[in-house]
C-alpha cells in the first residue's frame, strides 16, 4: 500500500484548521464544572449521597438507636435531589463555560436549588397528606436550608476538581508547544544550499524543494496536536525527498505499510524526527549509503512502528548526543500524550539502529479494526546507541 503524494504548490495545507477539534492540546473553552453525565462521576455522587445520608441518621438517632428505615427513606430522598440535578447541570455544562465564573456559579447554584426545592416541597406535601396534617413550612425551611449548605459544598468542591483538571491540561499544552517547538529540522541550511545549486540548473526540482520545506515548517510552526497517518508518511516523504537532493542514490527507502491504517491518529512530527536521526546519524556518515526500512502495523490493538537503518563501524559522539536529545524529546512528548500506554525502545543491533514504538488505538479506531480494546502496556524505553 502507499500513499500519494499530495498534488499542490507551494500555498497547499496539509492540514486545515478546525475549530472544534478536539484533538487539541487546549481547547478554546474551559468546562466550569465536571462531566456529571459520565459513570464515574454518577458513581460518585450516589457515594456521597449515601456518606451524607448516613451522617444524618447518624446525627438523629446516634450509633446505639440507629434507624435502618430512617436511612433508607433518607436515602431515597438525597438521591431523588443529587441525581435529578446532576442530569440539570450536565445538560448546562456547555452553556456554563461559556459564562463568566459569577453567573456560571449562580446558575448552577439556582439550578440544583430549585431541584431542590421542588423534591423537599414534594416530599413533605406527601408526608401531610399521608399524616392528615397542615404543611410544616418550618420543616420545609430547614430541609432547603440543609440541602443549600450541602449543594454549597459540593458545588464548590466540583467546581475547584474541573479548575484542576482545567490547570493540568493547560500545563500539559503548554509542555507539548514546547516539546514541538523544539523540533528544529537541522537540515534547513544543506537544504538551502542544494536550493541555491539548483535554481540555475533544475528550476522545476527547485520549486518542488521550496514546496516541500513549506510543507515541513508550516508542520512545524502548526498547533501541537494528533494527526492521521497517512498525512505523517506524506510528510516524512517529503523531508525524505529533500535530503535525496543532497544524498542522491546513497539514500534508499522502503515503506511496508499496512492497509487500513490511514486515519489512525498519533502525534505530529513524530516521525521526521526519527528519520532524520537515521539520515543524519546512519546513511549520511556512510560512503555508500544505505537503505531506511519503515514499517507501520497494527499489531495486539496498538499501531506499530519499525525505522531501521545502517549505521557505521564507530559514531561520532556529538551525533549520538545529538541523536540522543531527539529520542528523549519524542519520549517526553509521547508520555504527554499516552501516559505510560506506550512503548518506545530504540537501540543499535550489530551493524543497524532499530527503533520501535508502540502506540495505543483510540477506542474509535479499536472498533474499527475490530481489536476491541485499546492496549494498556507498560512504557519501557531503551535509548542507547
Known sequence: MSFPRPPGIISQKIRKPDVNDK???ISNTLPFLPDLCSATALV?????????????????????????????????????????????LCHLRPYLSRLSHKRAVGLSFTAVLAVLGAVMAIQRALRAHLLQAGFDWWGFAGDC??????????????????????QQQAELGAR??????????????????????????????????????CTLFRASLAESRLVPLQQEVTLARRYLE??????????????????????????????????????????????????????????????????????????????RESNGMAMEN???????????????????????????????????ESAQRGTGVAMKSKRHTEVTQ
Not at 542514490?249 to 522502503?254: D, E, I, V
Request: hydrophobic share 50%; aromatic share 6%; proline share 4%.
Open 23 to 25: 484533538d487539541s492540546a
Open 44 to 88: 460518585a455522587l450516589v457515594l456521597m449521597g449515601e456518606l451524607l445520608a448516613l451522617v444524618l441518621v447518624l446525627a438523629l438517632d446516634g450509633l446505639r438507636e440507629f434507624n435502618w428505615q430512617r436511612l433508607g427513606l433518607v436515602s431515597l430522598l438525597v438521591q431523588w435531589v443529587i441525581l435529578p440535578s446532576a442530569a440539570v
Open 145 to 166: 436550608l440543609l440541602g443549600a449548605i450541602c449543594a454549597g459544598v459540593v458545588l464548590r468542591y466540583a467546581y475547584l476538581q474541573q479548575q484542576l483538571v482545567n
Open 176 to 213: 507539548i508547544a514546547a516539546l514541538q517547538s523544539r523540533i528544529r529540522p537541522h537540515f534547513l541550511f544543506n537544504s538551502m544550499n542544494s536550493l541555491a545549486s539548483l535554481i540555475a540548473v533544475d528550476p522545476d526540482r527547485a520549486e518542488r524543494l521550496v514546496e516541500d520545506l
Open 242 to 319: 529533500i535530503e535525496a537532493l543532497r544524498l542522491g542514490g546513497r539514500l534508499r527507502q522502503q515503506w511496508q505499510l499496512e492497509a487500513g491504517l490511514e486515519g489512525i491518529q498519533l502525534p505530529s512530527l513524530l516521525l521526521q524526527p526519527l528519520l532524520e536521526n537515521a539520515v543524519l546519524h546512519g546513511v549520511a556518515q556512510l560512503r555508500k549509503g544505505g537503505e531506511i526500512t519503515v514499517q507501520c502495523r497494527a499489531r495486539d490493538g496498538a499501531l506499530s512502528i519499525t525505522i531501521v537503518n545502517p549505521l557505521p563501524q564507530e559514531t561520532v559522539r556529538l551525533c
Open 330 to 364: 519524542i519520549r517526553q512528548r509521547l508520555a504527554a500524550y499516552y501516559g505510560d500506554r506506550f512503548r518506545f525502545t530504540a537501540g543499535r543491533e550489530n551493524d543497524h539502529y532499530r527503533v520501535v514504538l508502540q502506540l495505543p488505538l483510540l477506542p474509535r
